[in-house]
């Protein structure tokens, strides 16, 4: 029973374009999302968070939508270069301030970026 | 001045065998965790540890325990090692009784039961 899902395996974007990834969550007690990054045979790498208490949140080239009542966040990356071809997890927690998070991180099956030069 | 590290990055072992994983921070973070990330690329929480609380996922066999000698370190014990442990172990840390949920990983661990 998947809670957070990233429906797309890879993703294809040419360098300079705007890379799009998205995912959805089921458990309604998530209110805290997260964005890592990963490359072969490293740690996944934090990229961006959101708490559900904001609809987007920006940081340089990353930018991160939630809709809630969607159930959905996407993170866009604008413009994306070379060094961004990598693995995307999205995670979400119930988080500490709801009495949660002690329990971890559920992450997604992540999705494959590849930029296309 | 890495910020978790984990040793060894590399473990191959035969069935039956007792290993352990190391896993130190320096980020002065209060909360630590263990994830196993599987053949299908799924990330999964197995342990979450403070000085305060041991949260075990309950899909995890008893024959992992952590064990931590001091805040910056939670170390995983695998007794009994079977093929089906074969995997890359994760740790991470996070500030979390400051309130703060992101976490941070260390390199990863990849664990071959043969």
């Known amino acids: 029973d998947q809670q957070v899902k990233q429906n797309s395996p890879s993703l294809s974007v040419q360098e300079g374009r705007i890379s799009i990834l998205n995912c959805d969550y089921t458990?309604?007690?998530?209110?805290?999302f997260l964005w890592y990054k990963k490359y072969p045979a490293e740690g996944p790498t934090f990229l961006i968070s959101i708490s559900s208490i904001k609809d987007k949140n920006e940081d340089g080239r990353f930018t991160v939508f939630l809709n809630k009542s969607a159930k959905h966040l996407s993170l866009h990356i604008v413009p994306s270069q070379p060094g961004d071809s990598a693995v995307y997890f999205c995670a979400a927690t119930p988080g500490t301030y709801s009495g949660g998070g002690a329990d971890g991180l559920t992450f997604g099956k992540g999705t494959h970026l590849i930029i296309q030069p | 001045d890495t910020a978790v590290s984990q040793t060894p990055k590399y473990l191959v072992t035969q069935m039956g065998n007792d290993k352990s994983i190391k896993c130190e921070q320096n980020?002065?973070?209060?909360?630590m965790y263990w994830y196993k990330q599987d053949s299908k690329k799924f990330l999964k929480i197995m342990f979450s540890y403070n000085n305060k609380e041991l949260i075990i996922n309950e899909t995890v066999p008893n024959r992992f325990s952590p064990k931590s000698p001091d805040k910056a370190h939670l170390n995983l014990h695998i007794n009994s090692l079977e093929l089906g442990d074969s995997a890359v172990y994760f740790c991470?840390?996070?500030?979390?009784?400051?309130?703060?949920?992101?976490?941070?990983f260390g390199p990863g661990t990849r664990l071959t039961v043969l």
């Open positions: 980020l002065g973070h209060d909360t």
């Open positions: 458990n309604s007690m998530f209110d805290y």
């Open positions: 991470a840390s996070s500030h979390r009784l400051a309130g703060t949920d992101t976490q941070y």
